[in-house]
């Protein structure tokens, strides 16, 4: 079964970096992912799409702040010189065959 | 510019149905994967239906028997129709892109509120 799994929280410091982690199911591991933010009040918006190799191709407008990577089962969201409006839940995304899959998100507060 | 724009949300008591629209703008609706996506008060996001640019359509288990997701080629809209409403239903519910074939949901709405409650 397609799963893929969040932490539910992280917290940095304003400037600092932070890497966030979507793990997915065993025997998935060259499955591509998607991150979204979700700000406060609004809906999502499509931050990147992470493979497996561990490139990643960013959506419309995304800061060079933003960037993915990958190893194994686990894809990476690591956001640098974090400033106050990147305090979002994170939300990592899947898809195969008839089915979609989200991870549960993760709620990042910015210290 | 691509725009998402759904409608149709609103109060429905346990049991009655709601159909949801997503008017787009800025790409062909039947050339791309379409979903819908919701929200529950509090909680995650939850991946609803999709249809293919074929028309293949697909639903998650929670809601598959009750919702029929369609769209209108020549109005480029995408439609939810929602039956047999339950409480745990209620959420914010959204249309996003997927693209050309399998992929990330690359634009999203901004989201139709459906209350159901008696």
């Known amino acids: 079964q397609l799963v893929l799994t969040q932490s539910p929280s992280a917290s940095a410091s304003l400037g600092a970096s932070v890497k966030l982690t979507c793990t997915l199911s065993s025997g998935h591991s060259r499955y591509a992912i998607a991150w979204h933010q979700q700000q406060p009040e609004k809906g999502p918006r499509y931050l990147m799409k992470?493979?497996?190799?561990?490139?990643?191709t960013k959506g419309d407008g995304i800061p060079d702040r933003f960037s993915g990577s990958s190893s194994g089962t686990e894809r990476y969201l690591t956001i640098s010189s974090l400033q106050s409006e990147d305090e979002a839940d994170y939300y990592c995304?899947?898809?195969?065959?008839?089915?979609?899959?989200f991870g549960g998100g993760t709620k990042l507060t910015v210290l | 510019e691509v725009q998402l724009v759904e409608t149709g949300g609103g109060l429905i008591q346990p049991g009655g149905s709601l159909r949801l629209s997503c008017a787009v703008s800025?790409?062909?609706?039947?050339?791309?994967?379409m979903s819908w996506v919701r929200q529950a008060p509090g909680e995650g996001l939850e991946w609803v239906s999709v249809?293919?640019?074929?028309?293949?359509?697909y639903s998650a288990d929670s809601v598959k028997g009750r919702f029929t997701i369609s769209r209108d080629n020549s109005k480029n809209t995408l439609f939810l129709q929602m039956n047999s409403l339950r409480a745990d239903d209620t959420a914010v519910y959204y249309c996003?892109?997927?693209?050309?074939?399998?992929?990330?949901?690359?634009?999203w709405g901004q989201g139709t509120l459906v209350t159901v409650s008696s």
């Open positions: 249809i293919y640019s074929g028309g293949s359509t």
């Open positions: 800025g790409f062909t609706v039947s050339s791309n994967y």
């Open positions: 992470v493979n497996s190799e561990g490139s990643h």
């Open positions: 996003a892109r997927e693209g050309l074939s399998y992929g990330p949901f690359d634009f």
């Open positions: 995304q899947t898809w195969d065959s008839g089915i979609r899959v």
